[in-house]
């Protein structure tokens, strides 16, 4: 088969692949919209039946991915812990979408800032230490510079540092 022969070949080839592959996406295209459509028409469907979207305990598990491993008893324990809004309907309880929503911000663990180190964001942000006012402070700091100077070498008293050098004046009482 010559380079000539070969060419046409393979752009005839070519030509009804291509054909093909249009067709095939035309036709995947209308299955594509048609499995939308149905699941349109399954969630208005849904909707219907449950309009408040309320869930018992057991289906609202079926609303976190099974990794999580979220089951009913967990979520009543989240509903005695005063995180989960539970609706009780004849013995029966009830979850809302919003209100697991709402649990689960508030179960989102917040951050502590740190109190201590070298790079703390803000310095004068109130810090763990000394609950003392600053009167106090200053009170506690004058007493210390008190008990210190008490604390130092007191005047001789001996004999020898008492002997009269000279007329000494008796401070008046």
């Not at 005839?12 to 067709?23: G, I, P």
């Not at 800032?113 to 506690?140: F, M, Y």
Request: charged share 35%; proline share 5%.
């Amino acid at each position: 088969m010559n380079d000539s022969a070969r060419e046409e070949l393979l752009m005839q080839v070519d030509a009804e692949t291509l054909s093909e592959l249009r067709r095939l996406a035309r036709k995947e295209k209308r299955e594509l919209r048609e499995v939308i459509e149905e699941a349109f028409q399954a969630l208005i469907a849904q909707r219907r039946r449950n309009p408040l979207n309320l869930y018992t305990l057991e289906d609202a598990c079926g609303l976190f991915p099974s990794e999580i491993g979220i089951t009913a008893k967990d979520l009543k324990k989240e509903a005695r812990r005063g995180r989960l809004a539970v609706i009780k309907v004849s013995r029966k309880e009830f979850v809302s979408e919003q209100a697991i929503r709402e649990m689960l911000a508030v179960c989102q663990e917040k951050s502590r800032p740190r109190v201590s180190g070298s790079d703390l964001a803000d310095p004068t942000e109130n810090q763990s230490g000394s609950s003392l006012t600053p009167e106090a402070k200053s009170a506690l700091a004058a007493l210390k510079e008190q008990s210190l100077r008490l604390r130092g070498l007191s005047p001789d008293t001996s004999r020898q540092s008492m002997k009269r050098r000279g007329k000494v004046e008796q401070p008046p009482r």
